[in-house]
């Protein structure tokens, strides 16, 4: 038996009562034109929309069609409240009124800095809440490529039914569920960290729910912290459910922090396909240590039965574990319907426990998945679980949530890289250096800048690291892929130099160099690149780089860091006096305050977004750009 | 950038600004006379190269040992897959007798469907004028 009634003219509601606990809600279109129809049961008890956690379900509902809204599934004790909305608007429509919004608070900025401002700027504008214009909710924060259809993006309060938080309860591995975008490289590290609730905090600038919408995370990004402001809008389905990462619960942390990640890289399509000891760096700023399990000298520690006392070793000073399966991951973007379990190719875990009783060296490890769990010796339903064994142990069984046990020799005969990132309470420095390319007669060399002395008052163990830009991020490898990077550590006696340890040029995103200083001795630290890939590319006709196109904005970024040395993220008035002169052009302070006036910025000077502002608009003022 | 992590404080971190390659010259002979293998010599001048099987990274080297100039050629353009520092895959230098002297350095190209190192190595002594 169903009922109809019109919602709006030529738009009807039929409702089905399916079985005593199930209603079907249909939209019929009459109209010429498509709609989208909305229903919204917030303020009901014991009432749930079948498929969806929120409280609102969307459909698109073609002209002249009938589509399922929702099914209602209800208890003898529930009390349903329910609303309905139709609209010819269109995700076009919606991309465009956030395109609005987006500039409006681009406006609303004027000056000033998007990190460190507050967010109550917006809750004067007509929309109320932020809308970051700087990455912008719509297709281009997904993928600079090819668009994916039929995202919606939606904030959390549309998205979740009930309170929500940045952080609900404890922080834990469990929290955290991957979504479809192939960052389980990422999402592995997140949960090591979630290992020590704190550490997943102290990125976290932005703690409460923010009213206007507005976050605040920190990452270790190309060896220096660097603060990334979003809005909270985040991609979703056409059931309100995000299609990337997420808590399990009412919490906006995974949300967020995929998010950032995603902003500071420049889409969400970038976090594809990684290294669980990258994000680990980022994650935490702190030296990690990556053991590839089929290179020759990681075979030569196995060899010896080295690695084993080592990850007992790590697990006990709690350092971050994370191991990784070899392949290629083709599972994440759409989950084996067809198996329950098993080791996922090309996937990254992470390593919760290293423990040995009655002679078994065991793992305890996750898959960031939170299921999808091995089923070999040792897991859940193993019958080597004996009596003794879960005494000594104490292990979690019987539960799918993507943690299981494997015994060593499984595990090196499964996995082929292990990442230990120490985490400790070091004291850390940074130093931002440059390599120069120079010609010298016929011939380039290539030399670092500056070299480091490094002196310790007592035996001290340090970890030295170089970073570069990381060519994941959007632009840089069209410019310039990974330089090789080497690092020589000297010492001088009577006169001569003496090399006391090296690492070997490699091209990699960073590399990293563990030593024992000795009381009172002064050490060089030489950066060393062969510069090979700093050339000229091969010369040819040069493509256009116009204003509009993503690459300039990106050279511009790249120009930025470079000219920043003071204090990073600010450009002050001799940085950008210099870098001005470069280019043949002599301004003077009267002219950098006026900037900083029309520009984003702040006490200490034009902020990332002022300065590529500043050029872009000084490019449209000379017309098309072109590259030399 | 480079970051340093100490355990303990009481660890001083300088930058020394260079304006010249000179000392990135030093270390890099100090390295090949340290970590280098002596690959050929003709007449006095020894051919050295650092970096063995796995490296990326290759850095050629050479020692005279004699007593007047040697004008030393290391010809790699018969190669594949490699880029070298220097911009050319030809290098031709003089060294000073009891001198070091660094050709180049070249990396593998990770994008190349075949690397092959094929070093052609020549010396020639220049007379006392």
Redesign the interface.
């Known amino acids: 038996m169903a009922s109809t009634q019109e919602l709006v003219t030529n738009v009807f509601l039929v409702i089905e009562r399916l079985t005593p606990t199930s209603y079907a809600f249909q939209v019929l279109n009459s109209r010429q034109k498509p709609v989208w129809a909305s229903m919204n049961i917030a303020g009901s008890m014991e009432t749930q929309i079948e498929g969806v956690e929120g409280s609102t379900v969307t459909v698109h509902v073609p002209s002249m069609e009938t589509h399922l809204l929702a099914k209602l599934i209800v208890t003898s004790r529930s009390r349903v409240q329910h609303s309905f909305s139709v609209t010819e608007k269109n995700l076009k429509w919606l991309e465009l009124e956030l395109e609005r919004w987006a500039k409006g608070c681009r406006e609303a900025l004027q000056n000033r800095d998007v990190d460190t401002c507050s967010g109550d700027l917006f809750g004067t504008t007509e929309w109320g809440h932020f809308v970051d214009p700087y990455f912008m909710p719509g297709p281009a924060a997904v993928t600079h490529g090819e668009a994916r259809k039929g995202l919606i993006w939606k904030r959390p309060s549309e998205i979740f039914a009930g309170e929500f938080k940045v952080f609900l309860g404890d922080i834990e591995p469990n929290d955290i569920q991957q979504g479809t975008l192939m960052d389980c490289w990422l999402m592995c590290a997140l949960a090591s960290l979630a290992e020590r609730p704190q550490l997943v905090k102290r990125l976290f600038k932005t703690t409460e729910v923010s009213p206007y919408g507005l976050y605040r995370v920190q990452f270790c990004k ?3 912290w660097q603060t990334v402001t979003i809005d909270d809008y985040f991609p979703c389905d056409g059931r309100n459910a995000p299609i990337f990462s997420r808590s399990n619960g009412n919490e906006l942390w995974v949300m967020l922090l995929e998010k950032a990640y995603a902003k500071l890289h420049g889409d969400y399509n970038l976090l594809k396909l990684g290294l669980s000891r990258e994000g680990m760096i980022d994650l935490t ?3 990690t240590l990556w053991y590839n399990l089929e ?2 000298e990681v075979r030569r520690i196995l060899q010896a039965d080295l690695l084993w006392p080592l990850l007992m070793q790590f697990d006990q000073d709690a350092a971050l574990i994370a191991a990784s399966t070899p392949g290629e991951d083709k599972r994440s973007e759409s989950r084996p319907q067809d198996k329950k379990g098993g080791l996922v190719p090309g996937h990254g875990y992470s390593i919760i426990q290293v423990r040995e009783a009655y002679g078994h060296r065991l793992l305890n490890i996750r898959n960031p998945w939170g299921d999808f769990e091995w089923e070999g010796a040792w897991s859940d339903q193993s019958p080597l679980w004996t009596g003794d064994m879960v005494k000594a142990i104490n292990p979690v069984l019987n539960e799918n949530d993507g943690m299981f046990w494997m015994n060593y020799e499984d595990f090196l005969r499964h996995f082929n890289g292990v990442t230990v990132c ?1 985490v ?1 309470p ?8 440059v390599f120069e390319r ?3 007669g ?17 035996r ?9 830009e990381d060519e994941r991020i959007f632009g840089v490898s069209a410019k310039r892929p990974n330089l ?1 990077l ?1 690092l ?1 550590v ?1 010492e001088q006696k009577a006169g001569h ?3 006391i340890k ?1 690492k ?4 990699d995103r960073q590399i990293e160099l563990e030593i024992e ?1 000795k009381p009172g001795q002064t050490y060089l ?4 690149s ?4 700093l ?1 000229a590319p091969n010369p040819g006709p040069a493509e256009p780089l116009t204003a509009k196109n993503p690459q300039f904005r990106s050279t511009l970024l790249d120009v930025f860091h470079k000219a920043t040395q003071q204090k990073p993220g600010f450009m002050s008035f001799p940085e950008f006096r210099d870098l001005l002169a470069v280019i043949g052009f002599e301004i003077d302070q009267s002219y950098y305050e006026s900037c900083l006036e029309v520009y984003p910025s702040s006490a200490d000077g034009l902020t990332r977004e002022g300065f590529v502002g500043l050029m872009l608009f000084k490019a449209g003022e000379k017309g098309e750009v072109r590259n030399r | ?18 304006a ?2 000179e ?6 002979i ?2 090949l006379q ?2 280098g293998k002596l690959v050929e010599k003709i007449r006095d001048v020894e051919l050295h190269l650092m ?1 063995g099987k ?4 290759y850095i050629y080297g050479a020692f005279n040992a004699g007593t007047v100039p040697a004008y030393v050629t290391l010809d790699c353009a018969n190669s594949e897959g490699v ?6 895959a030809q ?1 031709r230098k003089t060294v000073l007798p009891e001198s070091w002297e660094v050709l ?4 593998s190209d ?1 994008s190349a469907p075949r690397v092959t190192l094929k070093p052609l190595y020549s010396v020639s002594i220049r007379n006392r004028v």
């Open positions: 190309n060896g220096e700023g702190c030296p290179s020759e120490l400790k070091f004291y850390e420095a940074r130093y931002k250096g120079i010609c010298e016929e011939y380039f060399y290539t030399y670092s800048h500056c070299y480091f002395t490094l002196k310790a008052e007592e001290t163990r340090v970890y030295i690291g170089l970073h570069q090789d080497g020589l000297l130099l003496r090399c090296r070997e040029c490699t091209t200083l630290l030489l950066p060393c062969s510069g090979c890939r050339q | 950038m480079l970051s340093l992590h100490s355990e303990k404080e009481g660890v001083r971190l300088g930058a020394e600004p260079v010249t390659r000392l990135d010259h030093s270390a890099a100090v390295a340290q970590f970096g796995g490296s990326e990274v880029l070298f520092s220097t911009g050319n290098v180049f350095t070249c990396v990770s």
